[in-house]
């Protein structure tokens, strides 16, 4: 009987000491497991936060510091920083660094602080050289690979040594393959002890911090840019308004004259030389009605183009305009008629403005009228009172149509048949705009004539003023 315990004994043993083993195995990969998913997942908490700092933060200076103190905070880091590289003079200027409290008491007791150091002759230092110019990230047991040279040994060793600092890796910060500044990750411990996992994570959050920052400093250069353009295009409207001013003396003192010579102000005048003068003062006005335009453009950039509202009746200002205007059809051979009705009621409107509108529909459709006739109808109902012109001209495409209206849009053939810049229906748009009204063209296509019409409501609730601020009003 005892022997046989003895024996059940030593087959007890035999078999649980592999069980025990293995089990201790599987307990091991099991910690080796847990340790590894507790970075991975740290890392993308990490990651997640950089992300959000990235899209919730324009401002270059503000998201990297926020990166970085995630950075440092997250992946227990001595310190991070950023620099800025600026290729033309070769030179690293620090932007911004974060700081764990033994470093900063380190810096205070030295008295120096990295930030305030700019790291010139990138291209004399061979640790930097790999990093910016060959963008080979480095691995650096000391501090004066980065600054040696301009803080002394002395004190550097006595940074690192009061701070831990182990190593200092160094990242070149890319945007399309080209370095914008460097990373400097200091850690206090060997990089050799940080698991695979853990350099992993280092390395995307590079990426990260590299794509983010790119993206900040471009929005800061776009907005620069903008300030920049703002600042051309007022002082581009303020050269347009002073020259068109400058240049609307002399025709306007032209239109002067030449209209008192054709009243006989100065005696009679031939019928051959009156027809010359005629021509004369009809180019001339078309100098004045473009100046006009520049000028009327300027003053809508600038949301200070006046408007003198008053009561006025469209179709004294139709018929005006179009009897100034028929001589000019006659001229180039076309048939220009007006549908004139019996009557429309009064509107308030800025009398001058909207003969002006008029005057330019009917002046384009003779412009890109080669031969047929040109239509002006205007017409009301209880609620509004329609103006359109209607010719047998040029036509345009369905793109011209939507485009025709823009600042310095023209048709794609009208610079060949008529000088213009542009403006004229630019302007015409924001003056019916500003009588609560209506403007757009209609055409079957090219070579099928056109239709300029505006509408403006009768009841418009436009009360007598001198001032329109289209700063608030332009759509």
Request: glycine share 4%; hydrophobic share 40%.
């Amino acid at each position: 009987m005892p022997k046989r315990k003895e024996v059940k004994k030593d087959k007890s043993v035999t078999t649980e000491a592999p069980m025990d083993q293995h089990l201790q195995e599987i307990n091991e990969e099991i910690y080796r497991r847990n340790i590894e998913l507790a970075v991975v997942n740290k890392t993308l908490s990490l990651l997640r936060k950089l992300y959000q700092v990235s899209l919730l933060t324009l401002d270059p200076a503000s998201l990297s510091e926020k990166m970085s103190e995630e950075v440092r905070v997250d992946l227990n880091m001595e310190t991070v920083g950023v620099f800025s590289f600026h290729e033309a003079d070769d030179t690293l200027y620090p932007f911004i660094f974060s700081k764990s409290e033994r470093l900063l008491t380190a810096l205070k007791h030295t008295g120096f602080m990295f930030r305030d150091f700019i790291i010139n002759s990138v291209s004399a230092k061979p640790v930097l050289t790999n990093v910016i110019r060959n963008k080979i990230p480095s691995l650096n047991s000391r501090l004066n690979d980065v600054w040696g040279g301009i803080i002394n040994d002395s004190n550097l060793k006595t940074i690192a040594e009061e701070s831990h600092i182990k190593n200092v890796l160094l990242y070149p910060l890319l945007s399309q393959n080209r370095t914008t500044g460097l990373l400097v990750l200091a850690i206090n411990r060997e990089y050799s002890g940080l698991s695979d996992f853990e350099k992993e994570s280092v390395k995307n959050c590079v990426d990260v911090i590299a794509v983010a920052l790119d993206k900040a400093i471009l929005y800061e250069e776009l907005q620069k840019a903008n300030e920049q353009l703002e600042a051309l295009d007022k002082a581009r409207s303020e050269f347009i308004t002073i020259a068109s001013h400058q240049l609307r003396t002399p025709p306007a003192t032209i239109k002067w004259f030449l209209s008192s010579i054709l009243a006989g102000d100065y005696g009679k005048v031939d019928d051959g030389l009156k027809e010359t003068l005629e021509k004369t003062a009809r180019t001339n006005n078309s100098l004045i009605a473009l100046i006009d335009d520049m000028l009327n453009v300027s003053r809508i950039e600038r949301g200070k183009m006046e408007f003198l509202f008053q009561e006025v009746n469209l179709l004294d200002l139709a018929k005006i305009t179009f009897e100034q205007l028929q001589p000019i059809a006659k001229e180039k051979g076309l048939k220009l008629a007006f549908n004139m009705p019996k009557s429309v009621p009064q509107i308030m409107a800025d009398k001058e403005k909207i003969r002006q509108v008029m005057n330019n529909f009917i002046d384009n459709s003779i412009k890109y009228t080669k031969k047929g006739s040109i239509t002006v109808d205007l017409s009301s109902t209880d609620e509004e009172i329609r103006f359109s012109v209607t010719d047998t001209g040029k036509g345009m495409s369905e793109d011209e149509k939507d485009e025709i209206f823009e600042k310095f849009k023209r048709g794609k053939e009208s610079s060949k048949q008529s000088a213009g810049l542009g403006l004229g229906l630019y302007v015409a748009k924001v003056i019916v705009e500003q009588h609560k009204g209506k403007l757009w063209a209609e055409s079957q296509g090219l070579d099928k004539g056109s239709s300029f019409i505006f509408t403006v409501p009768i009841h418009n609730g436009l009360t007598e003023t001198t001032l329109v601020d289209l700063t608030k009003t332009q759509t």
